[in-house]
Nanobody, 124 residues
Framework: QVQLVESGGGLVQAGGSLRLSCAAS????????KGWFRQAPGKEREFVAA????????YYADSVKGRFTISRDNAKNTVYLQMNSLKPEDTAVYYC?????????????????WGQGTQVTVSS
């Protein structure tokens, strides 16, 4: 059983940056593709970014492409989401997820484990 714990959320002004971290325990980090999702109030959880087991392949939602970067450090069992040029519409709870697949381009059903989420609030 894999446990995922997100950190790094907070309040930031529009145009600012945050880096989210997701620490994994209970499994071998390199066995899982990882993804970030977000859920704003009243909306469904949506895909943000994903990275393959090896870290070579990445996917991004169109809304964050060019602003967000996903990366991973398998030695530290951690995946990161660097968020730059933040906008008020990026405000949401951000969730880390792990998939047993070698890579996933985003469908929630492909992810097997989820963290509890971290709040990101972007003020205008």
């Amino acid at each position: 059983q894999v446990q995922l714990v997100e950190s790094g959320g907070g309040l930031v002004q529009a145009g600012g940056s945050l880096r989210l971290s997701c620490a994994a325990s209970g499994g071998t980090n390199s066995n899982y593709a990882k993804g970030w999702f977000r859920q704003a109030p009243g909306k469904e959880r949506e895909f943000v970014a994903a990275i393959s087991r090896s870290g070579i392949t990445t996917y991004y939602a169109d809304s964050v492409k060019g602003r967000f970067t996903i990366s991973r450090d398998n030695a530290k069992n951690t995946v990161y989401l660097q968020m730059n040029s933040l906008k008020p519409e990026d405000t949401a709870v951000y969730y880390c997820a792990a998939s047993l697949r070698p890579v996933s381009s985003g469908p929630k059903a492909e992810y097997d484990y989820w963290g509890q989420g971290t709040q990101v609030t972007v003020s205008s």
